[in-house]
Structure formats: structure tokens, C-alpha cells
């Protein structure tokens, strides 16, 4: 597609549920990158892909996280038994390919996520 | 291992008055840096880039930052601030390892 796509802009869960969040990258970018951004806060790393792999997942913030990516394209950001501090926006990312100097972000709108 | 430091959390200024964004960085390789920006609702954009060539890098809306080895430093600079630049602003270090560090942001407020 033209830019990242990030599905749903908004989600309103109740604590202990799961919830998948969908990060579609721009077409033909190899490499793809999740973020939280909490309230006022800076983007914390969360895991990134190149291609269906994920070399660095210590981001994670716990093992209740998971992601994973399909086809080179398509990323899930599975959150299970959501507690409140998972509250925040996540951010998803793609770039052309792994490598200092390529790395130019792209980054989608974000998914707002609200744990009551 | 690499870091970055936004000095400063807030930085207010007047219309049409000169804008620095301070931001130091660290790390193991020679890094790419980079300053995004996020209007508020809106996504992040890239404003610059500086990938080992040209010391000094220009971006858009006219901003300008100088990457500066002997002082760790990469700022964010601008000669004439508009209201349109009120906006959070990020300093970012990458390697060659894939992974983009973002600093804690610096809110820009521009008073009329």
C-alpha cells in the first residue's frame, strides 16, 4: 500500500482480555518495527522483523507479548491477559531493509489501546 | 549499545525567534541519526537524516541539524520559528543491528 496501516486506530478492552493489533507495511519494505508510545512519554522499542524473522525481541516487555509476521508483509502485536499498564499507542513501522543509513521509518497512524 | 538524550523535555519560543533542540547520543558504531516529528493526532514524520556524509544535514520546513563526533551531539535548529512547528520532536540513533532508539521527546510551544 501507499503508506503503514495500523488496524484498529482505537481499542477499549476490559483487563485480562487479549487483543491483536495488525501492522500492514508499505509494499516491497523488507523490515518492520513495533513501538509503544505511552501518555507523554517517548517510543519504547518493542520487537522488530526482517522479512518473517525477528532478530531482537528483547523490547517485549513481558511474556504476555507476542508478534509475528507472514509472508514478508503482514504483522501481528498479540497482547494476552491485558493488564492496565499495557494502556498506550502502538506504533508499527517499515523500512526498506535492515541497515544503518536505510533505516528511515515509516510509521503508521498508531493504535490506541485503553485497558479498563 | 546505544542511547540518546534529549536535553531538554520543553522548549518554548517566540514567533519568528530562532528554535534549538538539543540532543546528545551514544554509541558502539558510527550511527545513522535522525529527528522525526509528531504534530499532535498525527503520525511521526522524518524530518532529517545524517548517514556519514555531509556533516551538516537540511531537512524540511526548514530545519537543519550538524552532527558534531567530537561532542556527541546532533541539534535540531531552525532560524525563524513558525506556529506551525509547535510539535513533539524526536532524536533517533540506529546501528547497523536494525534497532532505532528513540529519545524521550522535546515538546516545541510557539507563542505568538
Known amino acids: 500500500g501507499a503508506g503503514v496501516s495500523q488496524s484498529p486506530s482505537n481499542k477499549v478492552t476490559e483487563k485480562g482480555k487479549d487483543v491483536e493489533l495488525r501492522c500492514d507495511p508499505i509494499?516491497?519494505?523488507?523490515?518492520l518495527y513495533w513501538y509503544r508510545q505511552s501518555l507523554g512519554q517517548g517510543l519504547e522499542f518493542l520487537i522488530y522483523?526482517?522479512?518473517?524473522?525477528?532478530?531482537?525481541k528483547s523490547g517485549l516487555p513481558s511474556d504476555r507479548f507476542s508478534a509475528e509476521r507472514t509472508g514478508g508483509s503482514v504483522s501481528t502485536l498479540t497482547i494476552q491477559r491485558t493488564q492496565q499498564e499495557d494502556s498506550a499507542v502502538y506504533l508499527c513501522?517499515?523500512?526498506?531493509?535492515?541497515?544503518?543509513?536505510?533505516?528511515?521509518?515509516?510509521f503508521g497512524a498508531g493504535s490506541r489501546l485503553t485497558v479498563l | 549499545a546505544q542511547s540518546v538524550t534529549q536535553l531538554d523535555s520543553h522548549v518554548s519560543v517566540s514567533e519568528g525567534t530562532p528554535v534549538l533542540l538539543r540532543c546528545n547520543y551514544s554509541?558502539?558504531?558510527?550511527?545513522?541519526l535522525f529527528w522525526y516529528v509528531q504534530h499532535p493526532n498525527k503520525g511521526l514524520q522524518l524530518l532529517l537524516k545524517?548517514?556519514?556524509?555531509?556533516?551538516l544535514v537540511k531537512g524540511i520546513n526548514g530545519f537543519e541539524a550538524e552532527f558534531k563526533k567530537s561532542e556527541t551531539s546532533f541539534h535540531l535548529t531552525k532560524p525563524s520559528a513558525h506556529m506551525s512547528d509547535a510539535a513533539e520532536y524526536f532524536c533517533?540513533?540506529?546501528?547497523?543491528?536494525?534497532?532505532?532508539?528513540f529519545g524521550d521527546g522535546t515538546t516545541l510551544t510557539v507563542k505568538p
Open positions: 513501522a517499515s523500512s526498506l531493509y535492515v541497515g544503518s543509513g536505510a533505516n528511515v521509518l515509516t
Open positions: 509494499s516491497g519494505h523488507t523490515a
Open positions: 522483523f526482517q522479512g518473517n524473522s525477528a532478530p531482537d
Open positions: 554509541s558502539s558504531y558510527s550511527p545513522s
Open positions: 545524517y548517514t556519514s556524509a555531509a556533516t
Open positions: 533517533v540513533v540506529s546501528s547497523n543491528a536494525g534497532k532505532s532508539t
